[in-house]
T-cell receptor, first 114, second 109 residues
Framework: ETGVTQTPRHLVMGMTNKKSLKCEQH?????MYWYKQSAKKPLELMFV???????ENNSVPSRFSPECPNSSHLFLHLHTLQPEDSALYLCASSQSQGQGSEQYFGPGTRLTVT | GQNIDQPTEMTATEGAIVQINCTYQ??????LFWYQQHAGEAPTFLSYNVLDGLEEKGRFSSFLSRSKGYSYLLLKELQMKDSASYLCAVAGRAGKSTFGDGTTLTVKP
């Protein structure tokens, strides 16, 4: 596999469920990101990991919990979500977390909370 | 914080030239990115500017004026496949990128 992959591509969950989103990058990058993209709204940065350490937590509710076990993998653990959390969740990676480092995005997970 | 403005929608004709503007106000500036996002797909990188001036890459060019907080993406010889959303993103402190709302470009025959 090449690039950035995400699983699952689609997820429907109830408000009491617990699920996890998975992201894997095959680019040898050192930084990984989670974004939320809702209809009619800009991409919202949620979390940033650099060299497996969380360096950014953008005031995200605690019902979203990220995990970065190594530089190639990133998870987003979900529990007791709300309907307004329904959105496209995009993972991205970049060579470094700094100037000039473009981000490569995965295909996203389309999440629906019922 | 960051404040990024770009037009919501634009329409242009196949073969023509279109310019998509982006203005920003930022606390800390480490460059400006343009991404393309087709409907239902992930954003893909188009260009990066950190110094003033024009960067040309094939049919696409990007311009930056840091003193004016202004950038534009220029698309030449438009093709139908260029119909997409174009995202302006400013890299602030510690490389954190803030995205604009995106400009939806429709190319008509």
């Amino acid at each position: 596999e090449t690039g950035v992959t995400q699983t699952p591509r689609h997820l429907v969950m109830g408000m009491t469920n617990k699920k996890s989103l998975k992201c894997e990058q095959h680019l040898g990058h050192n930084a990984m990101y989670w974004y939320k993209q809702s209809a009619k709204k800009p991409l919202e940065l949620m979390f940033v990991y650099s060299l497996e350490e969380r360096v950014e937590n953008n005031s995200v509710p605690s019902r979203f919990s990220p995990e970065c076990p190594n530089s190639s993998h990133l998870f987003l653990h979900l529990h007791t979500l709300q309907p307004e959390d329904s959105a496209l969740y995009l993972c991205a990676s970049s060579q470094s977390q700094g100037q000039g480092s473009e981000q490569y995005f995965g295909p996203g997970t389309r999440l629906t909370v019922t | 914080g960051q404040n990024i403005d770009q037009p919501t929608e634009m329409t242009a004709t196949e073969g023509a030239i279109v310019q998509i503007n982006c203005t920003y106000q930022t606390s800390g500036f480490n460059g400006l990115f343009w991404y393309q996002q087709h409907a239902g797909e992930a954003p893909t990188f188009l260009s990066y500017n950190v110094l003033d001036g024009l960067e040309e890459k094939g049919r696409f060019s990007s311009f930056l004026s840091r003193s004016k907080g202004y950038s534009y993406l220029l698309l030449k010889e438009l093709q139908m496949k260029d119909s997409a959303s174009y995202l302006c993103a400013v890299a602030g402190r510690a490389g954190k990128s803030t995205f604009g709302d995106g400009t939806t470009l429709t190319v008509k025959p």
